[in-house]
């Protein structure tokens, strides 16, 4: 399903429960244990004649992790987008910008939807955008749409409202988390990050509803033209691309944070990777195979274009790409979290399998290997963690699920595929073996080793799997370690307490704990 159709099926059945929030205000989802806040501020608001950008900073001034939700996510590969919808208040004068997990139980979406929840640590602080084409389309006090079209209006006040958690979402301590077995899913297996994002099922039971909170702020004294309609897609004439003799891409702010905006992916790069892509903002294209592949975001010249129109886009990072042709700029487009297009600087395209632009930057191909390749580790982690629920339903004792339990290192490549026929995986499914598979090693259906003399009571910094050669069920020391799986030389290897590590050198590995 098209994530922009998802949009508006979320859009329609959360609406009726709008006015439930309205007057929260910080103080009033912020009452905790916590000395400190959760806070959210403007820093920057322009309208024109043709849309509304804002920026804005979310901060962390608690003593928790914030789980803050970026977006909604339904059966697709798309995992990175951010999602938030538009309302009018009763009193005519308020638009609301809201991003809120919590619905009445009553309705029914026609498929499950996931909220994507991102992670703020304490302390923290996090910078995103919003674009809204003008005038944008609100659902009306009623919870419809343009049931009685009645002309351009205008807001004199802007509301942002987005909803979160503070509690064990992360599943650090799997056994004692809310989410529990949601956190084991397939789906959350497709996480760019598993420790700064979580994807939950909006009808778990273990996600109470009234503890989600609410960040908001409201901007004064504005006028916002707005149309209450059902006309959220127009046609225009398509650009399209010509033979263009260079692109320029220029990544805001920069390809590290672009690419791997979460803390835990840059803690696998080396100081001087981290300054290299926080310096590296700008590519150019002149091969005439990666021009044909950004050909691939731009529908056909010949055909017009379904743009989305007056709906709020919401996003970390972006793109501005340019092309020229004979010398001069032809056309010009943002991409936004690396899935969705805004073009002019107004109208929003969104169409299936949007390509990523890590195919046309090689300063980044290598460090996203490692980083998959240690989001397998991450992945497996999880599996272990769960491995206790089929040993209950094995033994047929119930008590077991409390515990945490790791298979007979000789058999535990064999072990973990076998929870996955339960969970619709199939024990011989490609995703059931996936996480086995270093994305950089070449052939082999397994490329990591588990250390025998780690126990789930042993020390949280014990070696507990680590990267290797091709080999079915490997277990053993040091010894088997590789720093051959990547480029450049080095290896992942994943701690008793769920931390993935990096390791360069022969020094590095012979401090870890082994024993």
């Given amino acids: ?28 989802s912020s009452t905790s244990k916590n000395t400190g806040a ?16 804002l920026v804005y900073e979310i901060r962390n001034d608690t003593d928790d992790d914030a789980w803050i939700l970026a977006g909604w996510h339904i059966l697709s590969e798309v995992t990175s987008g951010m ?3 538009l309302q009018m208040a009763e009193d005519g004068h308020t638009l609301t910008i809201r991003a809120r997990f919590n619905r009445p139980t009553k309705v029914m979406a026609p498929q499950p939807l996931y909220g994507r929840f991102v992670r703020l640590r304490p302390g923290d602080r996090q910078t ?43 599943g650090k301590k799997p056994n004692d988390t809310l989410v529990s077995r949601n956190v084991f899913s397939r789906r959350n297996e497709r996480l760019n990050s598993r420790d700064d994002e979580i994807l939950i099922v909006d009808d778990r039971l273990e996600v109470k509803r009234e503890d989600e909170r609410v960040i908001r702020t409201v901007i004064e004294n504005i006028r916002i033209p707005y149309e209450e309609t059902r006309n959220y897609t127009r046609k225009i004439k398509s650009p399209g691309l010509l033979s263009y003799e260079k692109i320029e891409i220029q990544y ?42 950004v050909a691939e975001y731009i529908p056909n010249t010949r055909a017009d274009t379904t743009v989305i129109v007056g709906l709020p886009v919401r996003y970390r990072s972006h793109a501005e790409v340019v092309c020229y042709n004979k010398g001069k700029p032809f056309l010009s487009f943002s991409i936004r979290n690396d899935d969705e297009i805004v073009i002019e600087g107004k109208y929003l395209i969104s169409f299936k399998d949007l390509p990523s632009l890590k195919k046309l930057t090689p300063q980044i191909q290598a460090i996203d290997l490692r980083i998959r390749c240690a989001a397998n580790l991450k992945n497996l982690w999880y599996r272990l ?6 040993e209950a339903l094995r033994q047929n004792d119930f008590f077991i699920r409390s515990k945490t339990l790791y298979p007979i290192p000789s058999e535990w490549c ?4 076998r929870l996955y026929p339960t969970l619709g995986g199939g024990r011989t499914s490609h995703w059931a073996t996936k996480p086995h598979i270093c994305p950089s090693a070449g052939e082999g259906k397994n490329h990591y080793a588990m250390n025998p003399n780690c126990k789930p009571d042993s020390p949280p910094d014990m070696v507990l799997l680590f990267e290797t050669k091709s080999g079915w069920n490997q277990h053993g020391g040091l010894e088997l370690f590789t720093f051959d799986n990547h480029n450049p030389k080095g290896g992942c290897v994943l701690l008793n307490d769920g931390t993935v590590k990096f390791i360069r050198t022969k020094e590095e590995l012979n401090k870890l704990r082994w024993k």
């Fill in 414 to 417: 064999d072990d973990i595929p």
């Fill in 1 to 28: 399903m098209n994530r922009y159709t998802l949009f508006l099926i979320v859009l329609f059945i959360f609406a009726p429960s709008v006015m439930r929030t309205q007057g929260q205000t910080d103080a009033d």
């Fill in 38 to 53: 959760m806070r959210i501020s403007v820093t920057s608001l322009d309208i024109n004649d043709e849309a509304l950008n």
């Fill in 252 to 293: 805001k702010p920069s390809m590290l944070e672009y690419f791997f905006p979460y803390k835990s992916q840059q803690s696998l790069l080396s100081p001087d990777e981290k300054e290299h892509l926080q310096s590296g903002r700008n590519i150019v294209l002149n091969d005439k195979q990666d021009i044909h592949t």
């Fill in 128 to 170: 995103e955008e919003i674009f809204i084409r003008l005038p944008p389309c609100p659902a009306s006090q009623s919870g419809h749409v343009g049931q009685q079209e009645q002309g351009i209006k205008h807001a004199t006040r802007l509301a942002i409202e987005l909803g979160y958690f503070q509690d064990n979402l992360s």
């Fill in 385 to 390: 963690h769960f491995y206790n629920f089929r």
């Fill in 83 to 85: 999602d938030a919808g």
